[in-house]
């Protein structure tokens, strides 16, 4: 069991170049984190445990425990707040592209704020630091520095996505076709 965790060394960039036209994208993924509430699921759980909350502080004030209605109140306010960060969180965005020459990863922030990497596709190999473990990481690594993706994902979907970028940095580096031996010599063809 390794339990090394890798650090980030690979440069971040404010924005790469665009692609040159003839350069087609093998592979693009959007990585986000997982929320499994929706909006609406929010708002009922959230009027349940208001009312819960309601009825029950009442039925302390009435039994003469009046403060104990305030402490209600600041439950359903911290479980509110605890959803929001969490629901904001959830605006994490991270791009993988992959072309013949690079490797481009973007990562968009909760604050709107984003970064971008960009690996060469020829150097870069994929690995995951502690398989089958809980804490696995999926990393780039190229000229001895390294980039972590996926770290939003849960262990199994990394290793995943690992397998799917190490697929498709394969097919990026495959020729599409062969091109015909240089003829040796300086002479014109007859």
């Known amino acids: 069991m390794d339990h090394r965790r890798l650090y980030e060394t690979w440069p971040a960039e404010p924005a ?21 509430l929706p909006d609406t699921g929010f708002l009922v759980l959230m009027a349940v445990l208001g009312g819960v909350s309601l009825v029950a502080g009442i039925g302390f004030a009435l039994a003469g425990a009046w403060p104990v209605l305030g402490f209600f109140g600041l439950d359903v306010l911290l479980v509110w707040l605890a959803f929001r960060l969490s629901y904001r969180d959830g605006r994490r965005l991270e791009t993988i592209e992959i072309t013949r020459r690079e490797i481009r990863v973007g990562r968009r922030y909760p604050t709107g704020h984003q970064t971008w990497f960009r690996l060469p596709s020829a ?7 502690g398989a089958g473990e809980p804490d696995v990481q999926a990393h780039l690594t190229a000229m001895g520095k390294t980039l972590i993706i996926g770290a939003m994902l849960s262990p199994k979907e990394r290793e995943s996505l690992a397998g799917a970028v190490r697929d498709a940095l394969e097919a990026a580096r495959r020729p599409d076709r062969i091109d015909p031996p240089q003829e040796s010599g300086g002479g014109a063809p007859a």
């Open 16 to 36: 790469p170049p665009p692609l040159a036209a003839d350069e087609p994208v093998v592979f693009n993924a959007q990585v986000r984190p997982n929320r499994s």
């Open 123 to 129: 150097w870069t190999r994929v690995a995951l630091a």
